[in-house]
């Protein structure tokens, strides 16, 4: 089993929509959570990482972690097209990080 | 504020020959530090991490091999590529859980 499964889309919305990414994680030991973006052909860039549970705000993007039923989503308000990319979900356990396969999101002006 | 340099941005190799590829932190001490494998369209494999110096953890038995011979170089070899190695690979450094940092990664092509 995966430590962490993702939604693989893609995902296309119209400018201005609200996007909502998720995943699942396995281990109900995880405490540390993270949402990368990564752009064609480069390397993932963090967006926000939460501890246990809970929500985190960060200008347009909430992380919400529920760990009653290991699932972990970032929502993206206003969705702009420089938003379009591919998301990844990772978690975090004894000095190592795994990722979701990422979720391609399309924003169309 | 901390920067991590990874090169070669790109290379193309034939099946068969060596391969090296480094990575350098700088603005932190005593990072952990990571190498992870993209294929195309796919999620981050990771192939090897560090706590320290001449630590090295190997998490997919492969013909790869890592090294860390100071405390912010992590180099990442192989004595003969397959074709099953092409791919983006990426080079990270943490000092915190939760917070992984990534180099610009690269791309290789076994041709």
């Known amino acids: 089993q995966k430590e962490v499964e993702q939604d693989p889309g893609p995902l296309s919305v119209p400018e201005g929509a609200i996007v909502s990414l998720n995943c699942t994680y396995s281990?109900?030991?995880?405490?540390?959570f993270m949402w990368y973006r990564q752009y064609s052909r480069k390397g993932p860039e963090l967006l926000m990482y939460t501890y246990s549970s809970g929500n985190k705000e960060d200008g347009r993007f909430t992380a919400q972690v529920d760990k009653s039923s290991k699932y972990i989503s970032l929502f993206i308000r206003d969705s702009q097209p420089s938003d379009s990319a591919t998301y990844l979900c990772a978690v975090y356990n004894f000095n190592k990080f795994y990722f979701g396969s990422g979720t391609k999101l399309n924003v169309k002006p | 504020s901390q920067t991590i340099h990874q090169w070669p941005a790109t290379l193309v190799q034939p099946v068969g020959s060596p391969l090296s590829l480094e990575c350098t932190v700088e603005g932190t001490s005593n990072p952990n530090l990571y190498w992870y494998r993209q294929a195309a369209g796919r999620g981050l494999q990771l192939l090897f991490y560090?706590?320290?110096?001449?630590?090295i953890s190997s998490e997919v038995p492969q013909n790869l091999s890592a090294s860390r011979p100071q405390d912010r170089q992590f180099i990442l070899s192989s004595k003969k590529l397959l074709l099953s190695d092409s791919g983006f690979y990426l080079c990270?450094?943490?000092?915190?859980?939760?917070?992984?940092?990534f180099g610009e990664g690269s791309r290789l092509t076994v041709l």
């Open positions: 560090s706590v320290g110096i001449g630590q």
């Open positions: 281990n109900s030991a995880f405490q540390y």
């Open positions: 990270a450094w943490s000092v915190n859980p939760g917070e992984l940092f």
